[in-house]
C-alpha cells in the first residue's frame, strides 16, 4: 500500500532519532492513511485518504 493521500498528496517524511544522549539517526513519518469512498466531482471514489482530510471529504 502506498501511504499517499489521493485528496492532499500528503505522503512520508523524514527526521530524526533523538536517543538520551543526544544521537541522532535518520527515520521516517508516514502518513495515516485510511482507505475509504468518498465523494469528488460528483462520482463516488474509492482511495487512500488521510485523517486530516477525512473531516473535509464528503463521505459516500
Same mark, same amino acid.
Given at each position: 500500500?502506498?501511504?499517499v493521500? !489521493?485528496? *492532499?498528496? %500528503?505522503?512520508? +517524511? #523524514?527526521?530524526n532519532n533523538? #536517543?538520551?544522549? %543526544? @544521537?541522532?539517526?535518520? @527515520? +521516517?513519518? %508516514?502518513?495515516?492513511?485510511?482507505?475509504? #469512498?468518498y465523494?469528488?466531482n460528483? %462520482? +463516488?471514489v !474509492?482511495?487512500?485518504?488521510? +485523517?486530516? *482530510?477525512?473531516? #473535509?471529504?464528503? @463521505?459516500?
Amino acid at each position: 500500500m502506498s501511504r499517499v493521500c !489521493t485528496v *492532499c498528496g %500528503k505522503g512520508q +517524511t #523524514s527526521g530524526n532519532n533523538v #536517543s538520551h544522549s %543526544k @544521537r541522532r539517526t535518520r @527515520r +521516517t513519518f %508516514k502518513a495515516n492513511v485510511q482507505k475509504v #469512498s468518498y465523494v469528488a466531482n460528483g %462520482k +463516488t471514489v !474509492t482511495g487512500y485518504v488521510c +485523517t486530516r *482530510c477525512l473531516k #473535509s471529504v464528503e @463521505r459516500a
